[in-house]
């Protein structure tokens, strides 16, 4: 079965890089039409899409945070990275990861981490 | 980018039909996706583009998209439906981006 982790520090100071490792298994990001997608939930706030990474290494980002973000992934480890530089106290969120699928046009995600809480506070 | 509105907040008796809303203008060009969160757990996808039910979600959740906007029905709503719903599609604008509503707070009296 499809299960997805994330891991990384629950505590980063104000200015620090972020680096998120999502550990997935059942599927491989080497196969078409695999992807994989960072998405972030502050304290009672909604869904907010980070990133994604393609099997073919295509690479996106969200407009208002692609100068901090890198998505990267080690298909022989089935591992994504994500990483987050100049970190602040509003990304004090939960990030999870999940494998992004693509039908009809829409882009869903069908399986998801459990999240890692990340705050940010000197 | 695009924006999704959703209603803050929707209740439904027990049994009853309710429909759970999404806006935008990129639903003219995309399907969205819709996620169930419960408390300190991570999104369910429940509904997803056209027609496309998750296996092990009970059927009595269906979706419908017209125009802007975007709908998620609970046919016959259950204590256990109690939750937030997100929606979400693809940016209009930057085509390969994703969106997601501000999410509904549905309460089951």
């Known amino acids: 079965q499809v299960t997805l982790k994330e891991s990384g520090p629950a505590l980063v100071k104000p200015t620090q890089t972020l680096t998120l490792t999502c550990t997935f298994s059942?599927?491989?990001?080497?196969?078409?039409?695999?992807?994989v997608s960072w998405i972030r939930q502050p304290p009672g706030k909604a869904l907010e899409w980070l990133a994604r990474?393609?099997?073919?290494?295509?690479?996106f980002y969200s407009t208002s945070l692609r100068t901090r973000l890198t998505i990267s992934k080690d298909t022989s480890r089935n591992q994504v990275v994500l990483t987050m530089t100049d970190m602040g106290p509003l990304d004090t969120a939960t990030y999870y990861c999940?494998?992004?699928?693509?039908?009809?046009?829409?882009?869903?995600?069908?399986?998801w981490g459990q999240g890692t809480l990340v705050t940010v506070s000197s | 980018s695009s924006e999704l509105t959703q209603d803050p907040a929707v209740s439904v008796a027990l049994g009853q039909t309710v429909r759970i809303t999404c806006q935008g203008d990129?639903?003219?060009?995309?399907?969205p996706s819709w996620y169930q969160q419960k408390p300190g757990q991570a999104p369910v996808l429940v509904f997803y583009?056209?027609?496309y039910r998750p296996s092990g979600i009970p059927d009595r959740f269906s979706g419908s998209t017209s125009g802007s906007t975007a709908s998620l029905t609970i046919t016959g709503a259950q204590a256990e439906d109690e939750a937030d719903y997100y929606c979400?599609?693809?940016?209009?604008?930057?085509?390969?981006?994703?969106?997601f509503g501000g999410g509904t707070k549905l309460t089951v009296l």
């Open positions: 999940a494998r992004t699928g693509a039908a009809g046009g829409a882009y869903y995600f069908d399986f």
């Open positions: 059942g599927f491989s990001l080497s196969s078409d039409g695999m992807r």
């Open positions: 990474i393609d099997w073919d290494d295509d690479h």
């Open positions: 990129s639903l003219r060009s995309y399907y």
């Open positions: 583009g056209k027609n």
């Open positions: 979400n599609s693809r940016d209009s604008f930057t085509n390969h981006h994703v969106v």
